[in-house]
């Protein structure tokens, strides 16, 4: 059974960085995209960025383009999402994503 579990989220000033982390359980990674999506309060989710599985290739959201670098390392079966110069507009829960399988969240409050 795939697991997917976040970490890394917390509260940081406007200006400020995080770094969050997907662990995956119960798969090899392969050649499978790890996803990254968000959803705000009265919103609906939305897709951040993705990284391929079988050449690397990156993609991101207009809004945190320049800003959020998303990695993997399918060798410690873990996706990371490197998130700088966050604004108040990125506080959200972000979740990882493989497949069918969604790890729980981990919340992200931008605010001073």
């Known amino acids: 059974q795939v697991q997917l579990v976040e970490s890394g989220g917390g509260l940081v000033q406007p200006g400020g960085s995080l770094r969050l982390s997907c662990a995956v359980s119960g798969f090899n990674l392969g050649y499978f995209s790890i996803a990254w999506f968000r959803q705000a309060p009265g919103r609906k989710r939305e897709g951040v960025s993705c990284i391929s599985g079988s050449d690397g290739g990156t993609n991101y959201e207009d809004s945190v383009k320049g800003r959020f670098t998303v990695s993997r390392d399918n060798s410690r079966k873990r996706g990371s999402l490197q998130m700088n110069s966050l604004a108040p507009e990125d506080t959200a829960v972000y979740y990882c994503?493989?497949?069918?399988?969604w790890g729980q969240g981990t919340q992200v409050t931008v605010s001073s």
């Open positions: 994503n493989m497949g069918d399988s």
